[in-house]
């Protein structure tokens, strides 16, 4: 298995700008996760996903923010408009199991900064 | 108070030496725990799963204490690879897996 895929892996972008960043999970997990990491924030859930269905979003800075999972593979991050302290590193992880009991596995991440 | 708080150290440390990292977590409810490497600008990735029991695996033993509410991870025979940052992970139930901010480990020749 391939593991977690993301892309890109670096997006530089202009303020206001908008920017999408997708997850390919591994084939067969139920549950998808979008994580920022910021060193002054440490790793932040933002939203994760049962079955293609948004369980939980509370993570979610605001409203620029938003995900979609549209079918099992393939998972969307989008912030419009994006500002310069949205500039973090953005991990999907994915899992077989409800818990975590097994753990995440984390796809490399997209190294974001907004100028 | 840090849900999870982890001493960001670094810990420098010669080759060979054996270090211990510890970890506090405020939800007594919690379900399962984790030690997660994540190396300079790369993902996390699971060291070892945390059991009530303590488990070891190869040079690595992890440490659960239910009543303190504090995890251990001991490395024993450091090597050169075993510098990075170490990500204590608690599972609040429900998918609610909170990370610590991390604890760094330089071993040096």
């Known amino acids: 298995d391939a593991g977690v895929i993301q892309s890109p892996r670096h997006e530089v972008t202009e303020m206001g700008q908008e920017v999408t960043l997708r997850c390919k999970p591994i084939?067969?997990?139920?549950?998808l996760f979008w994580y920022r990491q910021t060193m002054m924030r440490g790793l932040e859930l933002l939203i994760y996903?049962?079955?293609?269905?948004?369980?939980?979003d509370s993570g979610m800075p605001e409203d620029r923010f938003s995900a979609k999972m549209p079918n099992a593979s393939f998972s969307t991050l989008k912030i419009q408009p994006s500002e310069p302290r949205d500039s973090a590193v953005y991990f999907c992880?994915?899992?077989?199991?409800?818990?975590?009991?097994?753990?995440?596995?984390f796809g490399s991440g997209t190294r974001l900064t907004v100028v | 108070r840090k849900e999870v708080e982890q001493d960001p150290g670094p810990f420098n440390v010669p080759e060979g030496a054996t270090v211990a990292f510890n970890c506090t977590y405020s939800?007594?409810?919690?379900?399962?725990f984790f030690w997660y490497r994540q190396d300079c600008r790369k993902e996390p990735k699971l060291l070892m799963s945390?059991?009530?029991s303590g488990n070891e695996d190869g040079r690595f033993t992890a440490q659960l204490n239910r009543a303190s509410q504090y995890i251990s991870l001991l490395i024993r025979d450091s090597k050169l690879s075993d510098s990075a940052t170490y990500l204590c992970?608690?599972?609040?139930?429900?998918?609610?897996?909170?990370f610590g901010a991390g604890t760094r480990l330089t071993v040096k020749p």
């Open positions: 992880a994915s899992s077989l199991l409800a818990g975590g009991h097994y753990g995440y596995t």
């Open positions: 084939s067969g997990h139920d549950y």
């Open positions: 996903f049962n079955n293609n269905v948004p369980i939980d």
């Open positions: 939800n007594s409810a919690s379900q399962s």
């Open positions: 945390v059991y009530s």
């Open positions: 992970v608690v599972n609040g139930g429900n998918n609610d897996m909170r």
